[in-house]
């Protein structure tokens, strides 16, 4: 080949062939450190970094970008850990209970104080005695046309989280439902419904782990039958 050629072989090259090639040979930099050093690659900021600087740097962020995944998984788990720990003692307290009525008192009282719940709601299919002094407690039939808007939840068993549409709200906190800005709804299969409403938006979330709201709803379902005649 004459030299014309070969020089007009090489300006065809473009750099994108050359990315490719240095991509299928990895190690060609080892063979040539020299020309690993003498590299610049261009920041966004600031002047242009040799290859070195510039492959430790990248190596810094993804340290530190797993380092913050290391802690969020921690503060996680230590999380989960403090609930896990919570319902464990509700569950126990629920089944000290001497009545019905004692029961549902531990468990409003729990949820209010040991898990921050603004407003604490409970309805049930039938009348406990001895409650009769309390504002969180309603007494709807199962059948009552005023439960509708609760179906789906109470025939499909799962706890919902977020904002719940406002005849749902209306029913459950009454005269204080335009406080409630968030709410974790709870069925309880056979019994009724719980609720825990938030003054903040964001307390209970579309998405949220449900698990240990599921617990704590199956805990006073259980505790409450003891007392079933």
């Known amino acids: 080949m004459s030299d014309s050629s070969e020089r007009h072989a090489q300006e065809k090259l473009g750099a994108h ?3 490719a090639w240095l991509r299928r040979h990895p190690k060609f930099l080892q063979q040539f450190p020299d020309l690993a050093i003498s590299m610049v690659v261009p920041r966004e900021q600031g002047p242009a970094a040799s290859l070195a ?15 913050r995944r290391l802690q969020e998984l921690f503060a ?3 999380e989960n850990e403090r609930l896990a720990v ?8 629920l089944l000290r209970q001497a009545s ?20 604490v709601r409970i309805v049930l299919f039938d009348a406990v005695a001895g409650l009769d002094d309390v504002d969180w407690l309603q007494t709807i039939a199962g059948d009552d046309t005023a439960l509708a808007p609760f179906r789906d939840c109470l025939a499909e068993g799962e706890p919902l989280c977020g904002r719940l ?11 204080r439902a335009a406080e409630v800005q968030s709410s974790a709804l709870l069925p309880l299969p056979g019994v009724g419904l719980l609720a825990v409403g938030s003054r903040e938006p ?28």
């Open 17 to 19: 062939e050359v990315a």
């Open 53 to 67: 600087s510039y492959q430790l740097e990248v190596l810094r962020d993804k340290n530190r970008e797993l380092s």
């Open 76 to 78: 996680n788990a230590q």
């Open 86 to 93: 919570r319902t464990h003692q509700l569950t126990l307290a």
């Open 100 to 119: 019905a009525a004692d029961t549902l008192r531990a468990m409003a009282a729990s949820l209010a104080e040991d898990f921050q719940g603004d407003l």
């Open 165 to 175: 549409q406002p005849e749902k709200n209306a029913l459950l906190y009454g005269e």
């Open 202 to 229: 964001n307390r209970f979330y579309p998405g949220m782990g449900t698990l240990f709201l599921r617990m704590m709803g199956e805990a006073l379902a259980t505790a409450l039958r003891r007392f079933d005649r």
